[in-house]
């Protein structure tokens, strides 16, 4: 804590010290930078972070996170609507969109199998893919899943749900390091691993 600041001070402190990459000292530093500079960070960002936990929502289609029902990718009419690319979780989906190389559609799971967290099946949103592709008009279904185990067996499971529908399920290739995250991946690695994909 930071000593004699105040609790709503403190409090900030805490809850800055709970986002993924700052931990308490980090968090005090930031906190201080944005006291400091109160009237064009501070302020700012209260009212940007008060909009957004009012409006902010998941698309009902893909699972990515927006401002409305159907995000701007699913409603995007220049999209191929014969390629799903499948990623983990909102992050992963913001990756493959930096390197601006796939155009088609994603479903995004919410995580990945996990027996040791007791993350099933019925966790994800996996049956909600196994239905956009039942559907019909799916081409094929890109496996963009971290090179994990998890992320491994996650990609066996669903390419054995989707066996049968008529879509060929793929899997990104080279550039993708074994137990690396798609998230860490810079912009060239990812526009290599889409480009050589293969069968699963």
């Known amino acids: 804590m930071a000593d004699n600041a105040g609790k709503e001070i403190d409090r900030l402190i805490d809850l800055m010290a709970k ?24 302020e700012p960002l209260s009212q940007a972070m008060a909009e957004v ?5 998941e698309c009902v289609t893909c699972g990515n996170v927006g401002t409305s029902e159907v995000c701007g990718i699913c409603s995007d009419p220049k999209r191929d609507d014969s390629l799903i690319c499948v990623v983990g979780d909102v992050a992963d989906l913001w990756a493959m969109e930096r390197a ?8 995004v799971l919410g995580g990945v199998l996990s027996a040791l967290d007791g993350v099933g099946p019925e966790e994800l949103r996996i049956p909600l893919l196994a239905r ?15 090179a994990t185990i ?9 390419a054995d749900q989707l066996e049968g529908s008529g879509a060929v399920v793929t899997s990104l290739a080279q550039g ?5 995250e798609l998230d860490y991946l810079d912009d060239g690695t990812i526009t290599a691993a889409l480009k050589a994909r293969k069968t699963f």
């Open 19 to 42: 986002l993924p990459g700052l931990g308490p000292r980090s968090a005090r530093r930031a906190v201080l930078q944005l006291i400091k500079k109160r009237s064009v960070l501070l």
């Open 53 to 57: 936990a009012v409006t902010a929502r």
């Open 100 to 107: 601006s190389v796939f155009k088609g559609r994603y479903h």
């Open 132 to 146: 956009r592709v039942s559907e019909g008009g799916v081409r094929e279904v890109v496996l963009a899943l971290n």
């Open 150 to 158: 998890d992320g491994q067996t996650t990609a066996h499971y669903i």
């Open 176 to 180: 993708v390091p074994i137990g690396g």
